[in-house]
């Protein structure tokens, strides 16, 4: 006889329960460890769903700029508004720039001084640029607040590397502080300029023949037989904006940047930042089209300075600065100050605002180029659309830059580039196809199209030859470069500038014929100016502005002339 003992038997998943139970229930550290992966995973959820609530996703490195409402129901983008920097002890933040945006709080406009034949400024503004380029802004920012330490008079922008304060000032005392701001702070040497409002140099193209000419005028095919470009090789593309999901730039935008709100939420502008950034850096894979970039396997940097279709000085040398500190190999600037109307004067009146007017911006810019050089990096200026002497604008004026003219299909210079001096190359610009938003084409015209055509050149000349300078750039593409009609360089062939490369070839150029635009067919105005004019120093001295400006100085100029133009009008017959 026996006695049977039952023993119950529980289920596998209670037992687990049980088991996962006493674990929670438990002492000891593995307990404590439970708890912190699940806090963890908790915290690692909550982010992942409320990355999607009010935010956008980035794509190709570039996250979509959040817009904002104005009062009268309008829309803008928002990079930030205009705000004082610094307390009352003018103590600046540590970071090394701060770009003062364009708008308002509501959004609102700056009040703006426009005038024919000289740039639009900000008239609340005032740029203080530090002569001495081991001064300290620091320093300097803490004397302005002590000499007007009212809150109307505010510090919104600065550079610690350029040596530049921007300062906001009340409208109706801009030429008073101007006059006797530096008396004022006497412990530093700086010079006072107003704030300009630069614009870009091109435009919608009425042009609808013979699209991706100018892919064929350059020679780009043969061109890469050589190289197509490099990965290791970063191209700053300086503009509006970008379009970054555009199949012209798939998986090769690196670093880019908005100065406004120093992150990478970045817009679409009007569309140019995305039709320059193609021409340089875009895809090969529309060749067929009629769009390519000159240099297809490049890296693509792009930098916003534009808010809301407005640039000011201070944003664009801040996107320049940003490409240096960055390592950018190239740099695009198809930007400029406008001088439209400035074209009625002869040019020996032009040549003579080049060597004397605005001054103190050629030095700002001559410290740019200098820092520049230093890196190694090429600058590549668009000479400007206002047809008038390439000199005039002062960011053109530096030796450590290279400047772009434009030619139309005839190798004629288009009617609207700017020409003698200071012009190094000239690249096709007129009815030019690239990228434009929304994943679509455009062609456009202007030398902010010329510019990048030659950037995306240069870029593929440093895929061969990383630690080419700028002169030994500028010897290449003169002496390769095809023979063009009028008072402007020769035009850019990739191909024969990569073979000079290759070769070693950086000899001086000699200067080359002028072939004059055969009359009645071309650009005439062009045509006409066949003038030795000198070119403009490197290093520019600066010049203190007192009561008058270098503007003023340009509308009597202007009036004058178009007094004189009046005038003999009045002497032709009647109709």
């Known amino acids: 006889m026996f006695t049977a003992e039952y023993e119950k038997t529980l289920p596998w998943y209670k037992k687990w329960w049980l088991w996962f139970a006493g674990l929670w229930s438990g002492k000891g550290c593995l307990k404590w460890l439970l708890w912190l992966l699940l806090i963890i995973l908790l915290i690692w959820l909550l982010s992942w769903l409320l990355r999607g609530c009010g935010h956008h996703s980035p794509v190709n490195g570039v996250v979509p700029i959040d817009t904002i409402t104005r009062a009268d129901g309008s829309r803008v983008d928002n990079n930030g508004a205009v705000r004082p920097i610094t307390g009352n002890d003018g103590k600046l933040p540590d970071d090394n720039m701060v770009v003062a945006p364009v708008m308002g709080e509501g959004g609102e406009e700056p009040p703006i001084v426009e005038q024919p034949g000289v740039p639009n400024i900000i008239a609340n503004r005032l740029f203080l640029y530090m002569e001495n380029e081991n001064d300290n802004v620091d320093a300097l920012a803490r004397d302005f607040k002590q000499a007007y330490p009212d809150d109307k008079y505010s510090i919104i922008g600065y550079d610690k590397e350029v040596k530049l304060l921007v300062i906001q000032i009340p409208e109706n005392e801009r030429d008073q502080i101007r006059k006797t701001i530096n008396s004022k702070i006497p412990n530093h040497k700086f010079i006072v300029f107003d704030e300009e409002v630069y614009e870009l140099h091109g435009q919608i193209s009425n042009s609808t023949e013979n699209v991706g000419w100018h892919l064929n005028a350059i020679h780009l095919k043969q061109g890469w037989a050589y190289t197509k470009g490099s990965s290791d090789i ?222 995306g050149t240069i870029a593929l000349m440093k895929s061969l030859k990383k630690d080419i300078t700028v002169a030994q750039a500028r010897n290449v593409l003169y002496n390769t470069g095809a023979d063009v009609y009028g008072l402007i360089p020769p035009m850019v062939l990739v191909d024969k500038a990569l073979m000079a490369v290759k070769n070693g070839d950086f000899r001086e150029p000699t200067e080359r014929k002028i072939k004059p635009v055969p009359d009645g067919d071309g650009d005439d105005s062009a045509a006409g100016r066949v003038v030795d004019v000198e070119d403009i120093s490197d290093t520019p001295t600066p010049t203190q502005q007192t009561g008058g400006t270098d503007y003023e100085a340009i509308r009597r100029k202007i009036a004058e002339y178009k007094k004189k133009i009046t005038e003999l009008e009045k002497l032709l017959p009647n109709k």
Not at 255 to 274: K, R
Not at 328 to 357: H, M, R, Y
Not at 394 to 400: D, T
Request: net charge neutral; hydrophobic share 40%; glycine share 8%.
């Open 234 to 455: 970063k191209v700053a593309i300086v503009d509006d904006g970008i379009q970054a999901s555009h199949p012209m730039f798939k998986g090769r935008i690196v670093d880019a940047y908005n100065v406004f709100t120093q992150n990478n939420s970045l817009s679409l502008g009007e569309g140019h930042g995305t039709h320059t950034a193609g021409l340089a850096v875009g895809s090969a894979d529309y060749f067929s089209k009629g769009a390519s970039g000159v240099a297809p396997n490049c890296q693509i940097m792009p930098i916003q300075v534009f808010d809301n279709k407005q640039c000011p000085l201070s944003a664009l040398i801040a996107g320049v600065m940003y490409a240096l500190h960055h390592e950018a190999d190239v740099v695009n600037i198809s930007i400029g100050p406008s001088f439209k109307g400035l074209n009625v004067l002869p040019v020996e009146q032009q040549a003579e605002i080049a060597k004397t007017q605005f001054q103190n911006v050629a030095f700002l810019w001559a410290r740019v180029c200098k820092i520049a050089a230093k890196k190694n990096t090429i600058l590549v200026f668009a000479a400007g659309n206002d047809d008038i002497l390439t000199s005039i604008p002062p960011e053109n004026r530096n030796a450590s830059s290279i400047v772009v003219t434009a030619v139309d299909k005839r190798l004629y210079p288009t009617v609207f580039t700017n020409y003698g001096p200071c012009s190094d190359i000239s690249a096709p610009g007129k009815g030019i196809y690239s990228s434009f938003p929304s994943n679509t084409f455009q062609s456009c015209d202007g030398t902010s199209m010329a510019a990048p055509i030659v950037t």
